[in-house]
């Protein structure tokens, strides 16, 4: 179905390769959601029948999200989105435990690295451990930075950027030990990897969001396990058991059931099917092209993501020509009037300004065909020849990618400037 802004503007036909900002709604979960966004519209909370067979459907839906994570339905509480989750796992720890010092890390998602700086400008202290070049994270940093004054670790399983998986169940034991609660961005994981044991793990806290996983925007959910101390952070009625204020998003959460159960059944197809289709690309790129590296631990990685350094080109370019040809990627950098910040997340992973703003990110799905990758890899490796051939940065131009960070940074600051008025032209 082709929907219309303005007449005669139709949306394009997409080869859809940045999975990791959000999904396409399955259609087996579009189906379950109709009838309540239509018929079934009664409010779960009414105490009439029309309301009361609402509230059965949603309770079928919280018993489905917790099969995923291997939990009892009363440990699941529905929220708006993966920023809300995060935001009240965050501020539930704080408040329960009084405690004023937050442990995280320097690659977390906005949801949360805006967080802590608000919490840190509100007068809360924060530590934010490093990562090492290939995107870990050292168990002993984590135990080293927990504090008396520490309230709560919160530290994401699965990096948005470049997929670098971090062993979340092992930092939630120390926690543990050390009497510290335990919060996980979980955001990226469902259906990429197997979540059944987060309920015998020792987290605390987990955040998903439904539009990461094939089902529709404006949903979340926050585990928050059993005998864990949680108070609301959307202050209203008395919905999900107290501790999320606000009539439900029924038809989402429906939705949402439908889609923890695919994601279950498609558990074995990501690891196999889409982690070969992945490999695929990157091993083909790596062999047409010289100076191209691979973010991110290759074997401690999301299945779908991956995350490339074209070196000696700006990424911003490169994702301008893919979205000619119908390609849709992304990079992290924040392009914003006139300055291109590279990601924060490959800065951490001390990538020079340069090789940070070459990268993009691809990320796949359960819905990408082999068709997409090949047609993906016939487009891109001339189209990075043609730029780097046209790049003041390219091979030709400069003998070592390692150089002087500050004359780097002064050439690529007239470069971006160059850039930005073509842009702007
Ligand atoms: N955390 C991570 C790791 C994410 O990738 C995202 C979304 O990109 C979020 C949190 C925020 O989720 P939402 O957009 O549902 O608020």
New binding site residues.
């Given amino acids: 179905m082709h929907v219309s802004r303005h007449e005669n503007e139709t949306c394009p036909e997409v080869i859809y390769l940045d999975n ?2 959000t999904t396409r709604i399955a259609p087996e979960v579009f189906e379950v959601m109709v009838p309540f966004l239509t018929e079934y519209y009664g409010n779960p909370s009414s105490a009439y029948h029309f309301g009361k067979f609402v509230e059965g459907h949603l309770k079928e839906a919280r018993e489905k999200v917790a099969a995923l994570l291997g939990c009892t339905p009363k440990e699941i509480i529905f929220t708006s ?4 989750s ?1 935001n009240m796992a965050i501020w539930s720890a704080l408040q329960t435990s009084g405690k004023r010092h937050v442990v995280t890390t320097q690659v977390e ?1 906005s ?1 949360i690295m805006n967080q802590t700086d608000y919490l840190e400008r509100m007068g809360f202290g924060v530590t934010r451990l490093p990562v090492q070049p290939d995107g870990t994270l050292s168990l002993s940093d984590v135990e080293n930075a927990i504090r008396d004054d520490t309230g709560v670790v919160s530290i ?1 399983w699965a990096n ?1 950027e470049t997929g670098v998986l971090f062993p979340v169940e092992e930092i939630a034991s120390i926690c543990k030990r050390k009497g510290v609660l335990f919060h996980t ?1 979980a ?2 994981t469902p259906g990429k990897i197997d979540l059944r044991h987060v309920a015998k793990s020792d987290i605390d806290f987990l ?1 998903m ?1 439904g ?2 996983f094939h089902a529709s925007k404006g949903v ?1 959910v926050l585990y928050v396990k059993k005998r864990t101390k949680v108070v609301p952070y959307v202050i209203g009625g008395g919905q999900e058991r107290g501790k999320r204020g606000g009539t439900e998003n029924v038809a989402s959460i429906i939705g949402l059931g439908r889609a923890a159960e695919l994601a279950l059944e498609r558990l074995s197809d990501e690891q196999t099917r889409v982690r070969t289709m992945r490999d695929f690309f990157e091993e083909t790129l790596l062999r047409r092209l010289p100076h191209l590296y691979i973010n991110g631990k290759r074997e401690q990685r999301l299945p779908n993501t991956s995350n490339i350094a074209f070196d000696f080109v700006e990424a911003e370019a490169i994702l301008m020509r893919l979205d000619r040809k119908g390609i849709c990627a992304s990079s992290g950098s924040a392009c914003t009037t006139g300055s291109l910040d590279p990601s924060h997340v490959l800065s951490a992973m001390g990538l020079t300004p340069a090789r940070a703003r070459s990268c993009v990110r691809f990320s796949f799905s359960h819905y990408n065909r082999d068709a997409d990758i090949n047609y993906a890899l016939e487009i891109i490796p001339p189209m990075i020849e043609e730029l780097r051939a046209m790049s003041p940065l390219g091979p030709g131009h400069t003998d070592n990618f390692n150089y002087d960070v500050e004359a780097a940074r002064e050439k690529e600051e007239k470069l971006m400037a160059q850039t930005m008025a073509a842009i702007n032209e």
């Fill in positions: 990791n900002a989105c993966g920023t809300e995060d998602h949801a994401m948005n961005d955001v990226q955040s969001a539009h990461k979340g």
